[in-house]
């Protein structure tokens, strides 16, 4: 095993879900640097018009990248508790399946992007001047999905070991790969909104070498070509274990994503002001976010690890830590977002004093608030039931967060009664309400009832269903 995994099935776990998550909150706010430094030099080289097109776009990539990221966790959790077993021949399935799942996916993604990219705007009211520029980022980051896919396999192996560090390396080689490219194929190339895009792929391809690379030498769980990894009817149960958990994974992450999407397209019928100002509101709380889905990512691969091992009390430990932890970060977080709020907003090229401004500071003063506390406990939940063998409930949750009240009540407030764009600020800020309590009474009956068939000797595959 390499020297920058962590086992969390002994030893101090606060301590090693804090080193651990430490990383992986860098990790993170890397992958989203990509859309981030697209916005800003976009933003700053092509205008209004550039911002509300790859503001736009970006939630088409955030949906891409929530997809894979669902998808390749199902891979990670089975990996995770091959590692809790000790059983290699476990892991070298489990990782072939994903990587077989990520270049099918992305075969069929690419696709689905090249047809549905300038109908899919179309009918989101995106404006007409930014039309053409959001579609083609859109299809250009599609076509070139096969990059991101494999490096969230590779990545979710690693990170299984509790080794963080390695993908957070390879990220940041790729993110300044990505931030050369964008200052010249943005301004100097004169590609604008689309030369962005490439930056994106190229970047994205090459960190998934590296990750690729780094698993095959480090690993001998991660040669899938050697010792049968894919072949057999045992490949034949693992890819059906990584579906299992990854299929509803990447629908609910997709699902939360494509909310996200619809309210970008009820905002955008305020506007342009509303449109640049709710796409720079938006990346900036995503990114405010990534440390509580960080700790969240840390909670599944530990408690999945504790339940490989058949540990019961260290998994019920994992959850209890673990949502302390996030939020508490998250709390600090929100606090410096409310003192910050108008220096941020002018980073992304928004004028202090202008329309687009005053309007993002007030996005960030409504959804950046004390609804951060109610999503780092639903993330915290949903994490644990992913890694328990619940992935029907986060995926339940995640109907209830996006449609049921960030889409649906901001269409009430919005519409219907009469509170127009903050009507929509609002909506988003109560999403996760629900689903954290719903979360919460998750894990206290999973304490009281499930964790019982561990102590009995038995390992559940599924976990509690819902």
């Known amino acids: 095993m390499s020297n920058s995994a962590v086992s969390f099935t002994e030893g101090p776990l606060l301590r090693r879900l804090i080193v651990f998550a430490l ?26 018009v550039g911002l509300v097109a790859i503001s736009n776009a970006t939630n088409a990539a955030y949906l891409v990248s ?8 199902g891979g990670g959790v089975v990996v995770a508790r091959a590692v809790g077993a000790g059983d290699v021949a476990g892991k070298r399935r489990a990782y072939a399946a994903t990587l077989l799942v990520a270049v099918v996916a992305a075969g069929l993604l690419a696709a689905v992007g090249a047809v549905l990219a300038r109908p899919g705007f179309t009918a989101n009211a995106v404006p007409a001047e930014a039309l053409d520029a959001a579609v083609a980022y859109t299809q250009v980051v599609c076509a070139g999905c096969v990059g991101p896919f494999l490096l969230n396999a590779a990545a979710a192996f690693l990170k299984a070991h509790g080794d963080a560090r390695t993908p957070l390396v390879l990220v940041g080689v ?47 769980g991660g040669r899938v ?5 894919m072949r057999g ?26 909310s996200y999407a619809l309210v970008t397209g009820l905002l955008n019928r305020y506007g342009t002001d509303v449109a ?50 996030n939020v508490g970060v998250t709390m600090g977080i929100q606090i410096l977002i409310q003192l910050l709020a108008p220096v941020i907003v002018a980073a992304y090229g928004l004028v202090d004093g202008t329309a687009a401004h005053d309007i993002a500071v007030l996005y960030l003063r409504i959804t950046c608030s004390v609804n951060g506390l109610f999503y780092a406990a639903m993330f915290s939940f949903d994490s644990f039931a992913l890694s ?9 949750n995640s109907l209830i967060d996006a449609f049921a009240v960030r889409f649906g ?26 689903p954290a309590i719903i979360g919460g009474l998750y894990v206290r009956l999973w304490s009281r009832t499930y964790s019982c068939h561990f102590e009995q000797g038995e390992v559940p595959d599924r976990g509690m269903g819902v």
């Open 388 to 396: 328990a063998g619940s992935p029907r409930l986060v995926l339940v």
């Open 66 to 73: 929530a997809f894979v990221m669902g998808l390749t966790a």
């Open 409 to 434: 009540l901001a269409f009430v407030l919005s519409g219907v009664l009469g509170f127009g764009y903050v009507g929509i600020f609002v909506a988003q800020a109560a999403s996760p309400v629900i």
């Open 174 to 220: 790729s993110a300044l790969v990505n931030v050369a490219l964008d200052l010249v194929l943005v301004g100097p190339a004169g590609l604008g909104v689309v030369g962005a895009a490439y930056a994106t792929v190229v970047a994205q391809g090459v960190a998934a070498v590296g990750a690729l690379v780094a698993v095959w030498r480090r690993y001998p």
């Open 225 to 229: 070509l050697s010792g049968g990894g």
């Open 276 to 325: 640049a100002a709710a796409g720079v509101g938006l990346q900036i709380s995503t990114v405010a976010g990534l440390p509580c889905w960080a700790i969240g990512q840390a909670i599944t691969t530990a408690a999945a690890q504790n339940a490989g091992a058949a540990l019961p009390a260290r998994v019920r430990e994992v959850v209890r830590l673990g949502a302390r932890f």
């Open 23 to 48: 990383p992986l909150m860098a990790l993170n706010l890397l992958q989203y640097v990509y859309q981030t430094v697209d916005m800003v030099v976009v933003g700053q080289v092509v205008g209004d």
């Open 233 to 258: 009817s045992h490949f034949g149960a693992a890819a059906v274990a990584v579906l299992r958990v990854g299929v509803p994974s990447a629908v609910q992450m997709a699902v939360v994503n494509l």
